[in-house]
């Protein structure tokens, strides 16, 4: 059994982004579904709020898509104060995982 806390079905009854993001991504619905494993119907249903967005499915489409789960949920470049701030998120973002991982140990080694 799943029980989730009564904040988080609403935060979930929201409009998500998975369809904004999917398609910054440049894939379809089917190729989304192919990596997810699931079928592409049930992408469909996901982006339009016909079923429920729950946690595992939220973790399973932010790693087919390569973005932190809360990215589905929310615009993360408006947390972004600065012009500076803004620029290195889209920088972030155009990162592969690999190089990704690089940057923040060389950003951890630096600032100790």
């Known amino acids: ?3 989730q806390p009564d904040w988080w079905k609403r935060m979930l009854g929201a409009r998500n982004r998975i369809a904004e993001v999917r398609k910054s991504k440049k894939l379809t619905q089917g190729q989304l579904a192919e990596k997810v494993d699931v079928h592409v119907s049930t992408i469909s249903r996901l982006e339009n709020g016909g079923i429920d967005l729950t946690q595992e499915y939220i973790e399973l489409i932010a790693a087919a898509l390569e973005v932190e789960p809360m990215a589905l949920l929310f615009d993360l470049s408006v947390l972004a104060q600065t012009p500076e701030e803004k620029s290195w998120l889209e ?3 155009t990162l592969d995982p690999e190089m990704r991982e690089l940057v923040q140990q060389l950003i951890k080694a630096k600032s100790k």
């Open 91 to 93: 920088l972030g973002r």
């Open 1 to 3: 059994m799943n029980i």
